[in-house]
Every structure is written in C-alpha cells, then in structure tokens.
C-alpha cells in the first residue's frame, strides 16, 4: 500500500509483463542500440558507441555487463573484462547501478 498525503491510502500492483504499456525497458537500450546507433540511423555509426563498441567488441555491452554482474558470472568481451563471480551481493550490485547509468 501506498499513503498519499491527504489522500489515504491505496493498493498499488505493477506487473513488468502486462503494466509495461511504453514496451520500453532499460534493457532495450543495450540489446537494440546497433540498430540505433550503428547500422539505421542518420549519421550512423555514432562516433561515442562506435568507440565503446570497439572496446568491448559487442554492440550489447552494457546488456553483457549488467546481465553478468546480476548472475555472478564473467564477461567476455575482447577489452574490459569482469568476473563478478569474486564479489559479493554489495560488489554485484554497484556493478549493475554503474552499468545501468554509465554504460
């Protein structure tokens, strides 16, 4: 439940499969970003994600990281490597806020 201020309170639910009305996740950004910002776009490829795509040698990158980091398991890109496997749930889960907002 939740207190709205003056409001009382309500029932709140939200279901990722079905409340998801945008069909947008963060994730999204990740798996479809070589459409975006590689292959279909005006001025494509994007000189920033070209880089980054060239460092880790996958256009879903940030998918890889934060997917891995969530599992406990290593990446395997060509540059930057992680073992996530080595930290423990606090290490994992600065691993997944940094990738959420910085990759």
Do not use: H
Request: glycine share 10%.
């Amino acid at each position: 439940k939740i207190t709205i201020s003056g409001q009382g309170q309500y029932t709140y639910t939200y279901n990722i499969i079905s409340d998801n009305k945008n069909a947008r996740t963060i994730q999204g950004f990740s798996t479809a970003a070589q459409s975006k910002m590689f292959d279909d776009c005006p001025g494509c490829p994007y000189k920033d994600f070209e880089e980054f795509y060239n460092y880790y040698g996958e256009f879903d990158y940030a998918n890889q990281w934060v997917t891995a980091a969530l599992l406990g398991e290593s990446t395997s890109f060509t540059n930057g490597n992680a073992d996530f496997n080595i930290y423990g749930t606090a290490g994992r889960r600065e691993a997944v806020k940094k990738g959420t907002a910085y990759m």
